[in-house]
DNA sequence: TTGCAAATGTTATATTATTACATAGTGTTA
DNA sequence: TAACACTATGTAATAATATAACATTTGCAA
């Protein structure tokens, strides 16, 4: 949502197309989408998935495969990401609750060991669905 | 760990060679492996791995699309997951935290929006991989 | 013993992701 | 500017992960 200078051509086209998107998108999705801009191969869209991600740019929600943009502009180095998805429409959100990362930041297991990364999905009806 | 009367002769192979296994498989390194047992196609693999996530018996980890028995005989329906991922060996752990499972499993978003199911991945260095 | 649900077998195919190798741009510094 | 390192791009081929479709069999309960 805010700086963006510094993406690469390739980079910029497939961050665009997900940060408008108001669903996760998935690769090949995005191959498709994008092909009318010149790129053509699924490895075009990996190498660019890839940094974005690394960048904090856009997070994977790994359980759909599916690409979403940042929507916490606070989490420049997903390192600590949180996500609600509705299991029956699919729509996803990034949770941002200070309470919960500081929670899970500081979580140390049994042996003391803490962790430098987390993701988290939780799994639910969202409201529009549960109210069917 | 516990009761495996029930599950069926494919499912039984699956889980046995699973429960065995030291890390997360993966179907197709399972499927190599339990094709001297008859198993000759993918879906005869994911068929069982299916059945045997729904049931609790073992979990997927989402980031490594690889498969661990249950080692928490409490998590028998796999609503409530999380665990812990060695970046450098790859080596998995179940996280069985009472404080973690009850926060995570009460845990509303600023929409007073509750959960039914989540799953927690937690990354970092094993104790053996951080003092090399 | 009929009937249903779950599980199996088999083939083909869809979807997701990476390897390997060649080329081009970008910025830094000698 | 020339040399260098680094990042990004282009392209082809292929590996790895997962599902669709359809026929058959098995376990078990009414
Ligand atoms: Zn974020
Ligand atoms: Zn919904
Ligand atoms: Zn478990
Ligand atoms: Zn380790």
């Not at 910029?12 to 197309?17: A, S």
């Not at 495969?65 to 916490?72: G, L, S, V």
């Not at 999905?121 to 549960?130: H, I, Q």
């Amino acid at each position: 949502m805010e700086k963006q200078q510094n993406l690469s051509k390739n980079q910029k086209i497939i961050f665009d197309l997900i940060d408008k998107s108001p669903e996760p998108l998935k690769a090949y999705s995005i191959l498709f989408n994008v092909q009318k801009k010149g790129i053509n191969a699924p490895l075009q869209v990996y190498r660019a998935l890839d940094k974005l991600v690394e960048i904090g740019k856009i997070h994977k929600i790994e359980s759909r495969n599916a690409f979403i943009a940042c929507q916490n502009s606070s989490c420049q180095i997903s390192k600590a990401t949180a996500f609600s998805i509705c299991e029956s429409c699919e729509k996803v959100s990034e949770i941002s609750n200070t309470k919960l990362s500081k929670y899970l930041s500081n979580f140390a297991d049994e042996a003391g060991m803490k962790y430098s990364k987390y993701n988290l999905e939780f799994f639910g009806l969202c409201k529009k669905c549960k109210s069917k």
